[in-house]
Antibody, heavy 120, light 107 residues
Framework: QVTLKESGPALVKPTQTLTLTCTFS??????????VSWLRQPPGKAPEWLGR???????FYSTSLKTRLFISKDTSKNQVFLKMTNMDPVDTATYFC????????????WGQGALVTVSS | DIQMTQSPPSVSASVGDRVTITCRAS??????LAWYQQIPGKAPKLLIY???SLASGAPSRFSGSGSGTDFTLIISNLQPEDFATYYC?????????FGQGTNLDIK
């Protein structure tokens, strides 16, 4: 059974760095072709893809946010991390991690999401 | 980036109805389209991938069609648990982009 779960702070101040952890089970990020993405969804809006990390360590980021994002992984602990710098109130959203099966572009399993509010 | 446009933004229907939601891509994406269902407070759930393939666990009353730039999600015999927001997502090229959503509510 595949599961993913996000964890991290619910509240961050403007200009701070957000760090979120995605802990997953039921698959391995060392499996050829496996990938994990981060997405976010502001209240009442559509999901927005932020970036992904691949089984081989390759990383890809949203063009508009790439200067603020860093995604890393700890394969032995089945964890993927998201760092987002210089947080702003417009970054208030529910942040999700999701699995991309090998060779596909769709997200077949999602975490429950973590609501992050940016406010002083 | 590929732009995805869904219509209608919202639709009202009754249990037992058939509902059609459309999604248009700003360029040809072949059959590289997924549909998701999202219940408030929950994560999106994959319903359809590759435009017409039913995801594991998705009920057979959901069906998808289309290729190129125009796609359709049909929900037959609406059930109470189907009232939710539906999103399309192109899976053809990075960045993978979503439509703005269609809210399906009870008439």
């Amino acid at each position: 059974q595949v599961t993913l779960k996000e964890s991290g702070p619910a509240l961050v101040k403007p200009t701070q760095t957000l760090t979120l952890t995605c802990t997953f089970s039921g698959f391995s990020l060392s499996t050829f072709g496996m990938r994990v993405s981060w997405l976010r969804q502001p209240p009442g809006k559509a999901p927005e893809w932020l970036g992904r990390i691949d089984w081989d360590g390759d990383r890809f980021y949203s063009t508009s946010l790439k200067t603020r994002l860093f995604i890393s992984k700890d394969t032995s602990k089945n964890q993927v991390f998201l760092k987002m710098t210089n947080m702003d109130p417009v970054d208030t959203a529910t942040y999700f991690c999701a699995r991309l099966p090998p060779g596909t572009g769709y997200f077949d399993h999602w975490g429950q999401g973590a609501l992050v509010t940016v406010s002083s | 980036d590929i732009q995805m446009t869904q219509s209608p933004p919202s639709v009202s229907a009754s249990v037992g109805d058939r509902v059609t939601i459309t999604c248009r891509a700003s360029q040809d994406i072949n059959s590289q389209l997924a549909w998701y269902q999202q219940i408030p407070g929950k994560a999106p759930k994959l319903l359809i991938y590759a435009a017409s393939s039913l995801a594991s666990g998705a009920p057979s009353r959901f069906s998808g069609s289309g290729s190129g730039t125009d796609f359709t999600l049909i929900i037959s015999n609406l059930q109470p648990e189907d009232f939710a927001t539906y999103y399309c997502q192109q899976t053809d090229s990075f960045p993978f982009t979503f439509g703005q959503g269609t809210n399906l509510d009870i008439k």
